[in-house]
Each structure stands twice: as C-alpha cells, then as structure tokens.
C-alpha cells in the first residue's frame, strides 16, 4: 500500500546497498521517515527519481512498504530548490541534522514542518541567520516537549529584572551563580528574549550570544553528549578559510 501525494524535504541521503540510495525525509503529514529510492544509479530506473532527492529542494513524494524503512514510489519538484553556499549551506545542514538526530519517526509536526520551509527561505535570501537558527531551535524543543520558560525560574517564581541567573538545561533560571559563571544572565535579558519570542524583531549582540550559549546547552542535552557532525564541519571549514 502506498502513501497519497505529499510536500516533502530532504534531509540527507547515502548509498544502500549496490545501487540505492536510503533518504531522509520531512514530510508535511508523516514527519521524519526514511525511505529506499531503488536503482538509483541506474539511468532507466531509478536515476531520474534520485536525481531530485537533494536537500532544500520542494518534493511531492509517495512511498509504500509495511516496515519502517519504506520505498520511495513517486516523487516530482514541488518548486524551485535553494542552491545555499558558504555559512548559508551549513545553517541548512545543521537544521537538517537537528531534525534527523531528534525528532522521532512518523511523528506529524505540520508546524515544525511549515517552519522549516520558511527557515530555508529566509536562510538562502538573508545575511542575518543567527535568529533564524534560533527561533527553528526554539520550536522544535516546544515539538519535542521542551519548553525554555523565560519569564520564571525553576522554582516557578517570576523573573526578576534585578537578579542574574545561570541557565540549567535540566532545571531552568537559577538565581545566582552556578556552575560556568559566563552563562550569566540578566533579568532585564531574559525579558528581552521573551519580547523577542513573542513578538519577533531583533535583539542586541550580547543578549543573541547569551540566546546561542542557552541554546546550545538546550539541545546537547537532548543530544545526550553527542556532537553533532555539522559543528565539526563547519570548524574544519573556517579554519581553512582563515
């Protein structure tokens, strides 16, 4: 049985087997699921279907098979793909390999899902990316069940623009210092980023730094200690263009 039509992305792919590919999905209905696009180096079968498996390219795909590892029966464009370079190619790779490491199978997140496009979009047309990182980050914790509560401490008490707090990934704001003191954070910062949440904008350079750090340790902790790939590709990559 197969799948209807639906949008998809993707999010990566590698060889299976002598001459397949195993893709990795975002669909609109479906989530995150992989599939087998089959003789896919073969010209007469499967190559012509390979040839659109490319990330940040708008696909309309149908897949079948009983397992969770399904096949691939039907894809077309859906648009214009987005030939992104540079820093822009390693934003969309590291949202590519969050949704890949996190998100878990056959879970619909239309939201997550619209977000994503609308992430590329402005990734392959804007020279400011940072806050596009982090408010997908922010949306796919809230999709995984995490919520960052800007506006209380981990005692449930309200945030006092006053106090500074140390952000603890397990626990929330904590008042005072703990553990990495460069993790400080100012009341009167923590409500900048709630109005930044809420209502969009920007913010100024040391509130998106404190914004990345408090991030960063958000989503290692999902990650449960693993590096993701990407972070160590784009070191290698500026260190050759230094």
């Given at each position: 049985m197969t799948s209807a039509l639906q949008p998809a992305w993707v999010l990566g792919r590698q060889s299976y087997r002598d001459s397949s590919y195993l893709v990795h999905f975002l669909t609109a209905s479906d989530g995150r699921l992989s599939a087998i696009v089959k003789g896919a180096h073969r010209k007469q079968r499967g190559g012509m279907m390979a040839?659109?498996?490319?990330?940040?390219?708008?696909?309309?795909?149908?897949?079948?098979?009983?397992?969770?590892?399904?096949?691939?029966?039907?894809?077309?464009?859906?648009?214009?793909?987005?030939?992104?370079?540079?820093?822009?190619?390693?934003?969309?790779?590291?949202?590519?390999?969050?949704?890949?490491?996190?998100?878990?199978k056959f879970d619909p997140v239309p939201t997550l899902f619209a977000a994503y496009g609308d992430a590329i979009e402005v990734?392959?047309?804007?020279?400011?990316?940072?806050?596009?990182?982090?408010?997908?980050?922010?949306?796919?914790?809230?999709?995984?069940?995490?919520?960052?509560?800007?506006?209380?401490?981990?005692?449930?008490?309200?945030?006092?623009?006053?106090?500074?707090?140390?952000?603890?990934?397990?626990?929330?704001?904590?008042?005072?210092?703990?553990?990495?003191?460069?993790l400080s954070v100012s009341g009167l910062e923590l409500q900048h980023l709630l109005d930044w949440q809420r209502s969009g904008g920007t913010i100024d350079e040391l509130c998106q730094s404190k914004l990345k750090r408090i991030m960063r340790l958000a989503i290692d902790q999902r990650l449960g200690g693993r590096p993701l790939k990407v972070r160590e590709a784009v070191s290698e990559w500026r260190q050759l263009s230094d």
């Open positions: 040839a659109l498996m490319q990330p940040f390219h708008p696909l309309l795909v149908t897949y079948g098979g009983s397992s969770e590892l399904k096949y691939v029966a039907a894809a077309e464009s859906a648009g214009v793909g987005r030939a992104l370079v540079g820093e822009k190619l390693f934003s969309g790779l590291y949202l590519n390999e969050l949704l890949t490491r996190l998100l878990p990734i392959s047309t804007s020279s400011d990316l940072e806050l596009t990182l982090r408010r997908f980050e922010l949306l796919l914790l809230e999709e995984l069940g995490y919520q960052i509560q800007w506006h209380i401490d981990f005692e449930g008490q309200p945030i006092k623009r006053s106090v500074d707090y140390s952000y603890l990934p397990e626990r929330g704001f904590v008042a005072g210092s703990v553990g990495d003191t460069s």
